[in-house]
Nanobody
Framework: QVQLVESGGGLVQAGGTLRLSCAAS????????MGWYRQAPGKQRELVAT???????YYADSAKGRFTISRDDAKNTVYLQMNSLKPEDTAVYYC????????????WGQGTQVTVSA
């Protein structure tokens, strides 16, 4: 059974920091690209950052310079360090795994709420 379990969300003031974690089980973590997405109320889910199995990272413009995605293959965990948080970062943050070798498989976590107060 595949599980992606996010943690680390919460309420923080603008300018603060949070570190999200996503612990994966039931997948071969090392051959999966991992990603963080977010969905604000009334908006579509959007990409925040991704990291490939080889460690190549990609960031949405909104995350560049403030967020850092990393992975620990020994712990089957992906992280999202979020600094200089803004009220517009308020959303439910979701973890995604995407297998990079065939067959392609994608899984999602249940999400963790991040609320940034002004």
């Amino acid at each position: 059974q595949v599980q992606l379990v996010e943690s680390g969300g919460g309420l923080v003031q603008a300018g603060g920091t949070l570190r999200l974690s996503c612990a994966a089980s039931g997948i071969n973590f090392r051959i999966n690209a991992m990603g963080w997405y977010r969905q604000a109320p009334g908006k579509q889910r959007e990409l925040v950052a991704t990291i490939t199995m080889s460690g190549t990272t990609y960031y949405a413009d909104s995350a560049k310079g403030r967020f850092t995605i990393s992975r620990d293959d020994a712990k089957n965990t992906v992280y999202l360090q979020m600094n200089s948080l803004k009220p517009e970062d308020t959303a439910v943050y979701y973890c995604q795994s995407k297998r990079q070798l065939p067959p392609s498989q994608t899984y999602w976590g249940q999400g963790t709420q991040v609320t940034v107060s002004a």
